[in-house]
């Protein structure tokens, strides 16, 4: 799809719905939806930007384990499940392949979770029962965030205690001998509210060597110091272990099977725990001025056995961090309109040590990489009329990495070395609120991302790699029709320059990060969900993503990893008042693998899937069962090809499983 006939499509949409809304703009009374994409919160047809909520009800009333599973549904966004076992879920959004970590951000309560290095994101460590709600902003937000944000942010907003104390007990099982117990208390007395869980999962996971157990507990805490002026505490902790099984080539599958792991020993533990305080206020005189202190650390022990051929197999890897993010918003109005402006500030102090062993358990090599990072920020958005506003912002970013490595092998020189790369973001828009939660948009954008500290190394230091830079523009319609229709439409086009990518014929053919001249990134997301009669609801989703290199020996070819096409449909019907069933159909477009940046092999083909959900909900008993993948299609979420070596492997994908679970509160 070319990019006039995008642009056609998207304009005709968006007059044809703004004319029916305003014929249609009666005096329904609909339910507010409140977000946060800006820092503060706000209406959701006051966001101009394509934004899925994810709402309490909605998470409570599906059948599923886990917050990754759903964001299966959202248009644009592609989960897959590396291992089976749900330790290594990669959420891609807007088609970024394997280095979709690096260029969505994810945040939990305003804090970032994503990693320094090129670990990822670990889903599990996000308990489904305390999440209040899921907000999920497309379209590059680098001035108010900061690197990564290139595709867009996953905010994930957990719940705070309220009312009087309560005990919320709950367990799972499910194929492949998974099991889940949890507990959490909460509530809340005068000012002071609370919020204590704890978990433990486990699991043997699809194929061989696929394994999963791990502890989680977690508290948040809030307290009212006057009337104007709140603390919050929260600090989690988490210790997990799991299974790398590694991929397969199509003769081990045919000669083993979809479950056969041929590193049966590789594994790794982890342990992660952080801190977050901070204060919000309200100063008549100056604005809502708000201050955020975080601290995590996290170790990892990895063992590649099998997978890194005996070369130096155990590798253990620690990552600290210091985040304090002040920030203030000030209502003022401007010749007589309404207008906020939000000024920010945002600093990162980042510990990585990386040890590597070799198969005596003697020390080969360690690398120290200190990353700071300092970024301020503005953002004003001024009402022209009382629902049109104009929306403008402007961000620095300076970051300064220091390389520190000793190889007491000999083999490698030692680095003693640093960097400080720097960016600028912006962004223009408008937004139209033409009726209740309904709204048209256009933005401009520029956005960033700083290389991952394991992205300058390939045996030796590569500080040449550049910031990866992304101008795009948006466009897009939010409408409700009455209560009975919503629908969301949005055509982006992002053109990126220095893109960092995993270059498979780099350091030798065994690959390391490198910028791509220029590519592009543009699409449709448009979802829908239809109340046929108050128990029935039909939703579906549909994105087109169109990922390509536009220069230098790849110009034309396509990213590897990015489906073209993504769709979803499903039913939701209630019945007898307490029941829900949930039938769901998702599709998945075919890909190049990983590695194929030429696009020579064929494609690994698209697949189709399908949910059955049952919901029982009774006053504070929740009863829930899902069968995943009903049909038991073979499919792989994962595979690689090797440019050096031409292996081709395969990681299966679960096939059917099924899961059950009880929650009650007392």
Same mark, same amino acid.
């Not at 101009?48 to 059948?63: K, M, P």
């Not at 101008?471 to 629908?487: A, S, Y």
């Not at 543009?522 to 220069?551: E, R």
């Given at each position: ?405 000793? @190889?007491? +092998?000999?083999?490698? =020189?030692?680095?003693?070395? !640093?960097?400080? #790369? ?6 223009? $828009? /408008? ?114 993503? @169109?990922? +390509?290199?536009?220069? =230098?020996?790849?110009?034309? !070819?396509?990213? #590897? ?6 769709? $979803? /449909? ?97």
């Amino acid at each position: 799809m070319n990019t006039l006939s995008l642009s056609k499509i998207v304009v005709a949409a968006l007059l044809g719905l703004v004319i029916y809304g305003d014929l249609q703009a009666a005096s329904v009374e609909l339910e507010r939806i409140v977000v946060t994409p800006s820092r503060y919160a706000q209406d959701i047809g006051q966001v101009g930007s394509s934004i899925t909520v994810i709402t309490a009800e909605e998470i409570s009333g599906a059948a599923i384990s886990g917050p990754a599973e759903l964001l299966k549904n959202v248009p644009g966004i592609v989960v897959r499940d590396i291992y089976g076992n749900g330790a290594k879920m990669s959420v891609d959004l807007r088609g970024f392949g394997d280095m979709e970590r690096m260029n969505t951000l994810i945040l939990v309560d305003g804090r970032r979770v994503n990693e320094v290095d090129l670990s990822g994101v670990d889903w599990k460590q996000i308990p489904l029962d305390q999440i209040e709600r899921i907000e999920i902003s497309r379209g590059g937000n680098s001035v108010l965030y900061g690197e990564n944000a290139v595709a867009g942010v996953i905010n994930i907003i957990t719940k705070r205690g309220k009312g009087k104390p309560q005990f919320n007990i709950g367990t799972e099982i499910g194929s492949f001998d998974r099991n889940l117990e949890k507990l959490s208390f909460s509530g809340s007395q005068d000012k002071f509210s609370y919020l204590f869980n704890g978990s433990r999962e486990s699991t043997h996971g699809y194929r061989n060597n696929s394994f999963f157990k791990a502890y989680d507990y977690g508290m948040k805490l809030g307290y009212e110091l006057a009337d104007a002026l709140s603390a919050h505490f929260n600090c989690g902790f988490h210790r997990g272990t799991y299974g790398m099984p590694g991929g397969l080539s199509e003769a081990e599958i045919s000669t083993f099977g979809r479950r056969y792991s041929k590193y049966g020993d590789d594994r790794a533990t982890d342990k992660d725990y952080y801190f977050m305080a901070g204060t919000e206020s309200q100063i008549p005189w100056l604005g809502q001025l708000s201050f955020d202190a975080s601290y995590r650390r996290k170790e990892v022990n990895s063992n590649l056995i099998g997978g890194n051929g005996g070369w130096n197999p155990t590798r253990l890897s620690t990552i600290e961090t210091l985040g304090f993010t002040p920030k203030i918003k000030i209502d003022r109005q401007i010749l007589g309109q309404d207008n906020n402006l939000i000024l920010g500030v945002d600093f990162y102090r980042d510990f990585y040590r990386s040890d590597n062993l070799d198969s005596s358990n003697v020390l080969a090599d360690i690398t120290h990489i200190n990353k700071d990072s300092l970024g301020g920020y503005l953002q004003n958005e001024f009402f022209i009329l009382k629902n049109l506003s104009l929306l403008g912002g402007f961000r620095y970013q300076a970051a300064r990495y220091a390389f520190n490595y000793h @190889d007491f +092998t000999g083999w490698y =020189s030692d680095i003693d070395d !640093k960097t400080t #790369p720097n960016e600028k973001a912006y962004n223009f $828009g /408008l937004n139209y609120k033409y009726w209740d939660d309904s709204n048209v948009f256009f933005n401009l954008n520029k956005s960033f991302r700083f290389p991952a500290t394991d992205e300058f190394f390939t045996g030796t230091l590569n500080t040449g790699l550049k910031p990866q830079s992304s101008h795009g523009l948006e466009g897009g319609i939010r409408h409700n029709f009455g209560d009975w229709l919503h629908l969301e439409i949005s055509g982006y086009r992002m053109k990126i320059t220095d893109e960092l990518f995993t270059d498979p014929t780099a350091a030798g053919g065994l690959g390391a990060t490198s910028n791509y001249d220029k590519t592009i990134h543009q699409g449709i997301d448009s979802s829908f969900n239809f109340k046929v009669i108050d128990s029935l609801d039909f939703y579906g989703n549909y994105s087109y993503q @169109d990922a +390509t290199f536009l220069k =230098s020996h790849l110009g034309g !070819k396509r990213i #590897p990893w990015v489906p073209t096409q993504k769709a $979803g /449909l499903g039913l939701k019907f209630r019945f007898l008042n307490d029941f829900t069933v949930d039938l769901s159909e998702s599709y998945i477009g075919s890909m190049y693998r990983i590695n194929d940046v030429q696009n020579a092999l064929p494609k690994i083909k698209g697949y189709f899937l399908t949910d059955l959900g049952l919901v029982y909900k009774h006053a504070n008993l929740t009863l829930s069962a899902k069968i995943s993948n009903l049909f038991g299609q073979d499919y792989y979420e994962y595979a690689t090809y090797g440019a050096f070596s031409g292996n081709k492997l395969y990681y299966p994908a679960a096939g059917r499983s099924f899961n059950l679970k009880c929650d009650f509160k007392f």
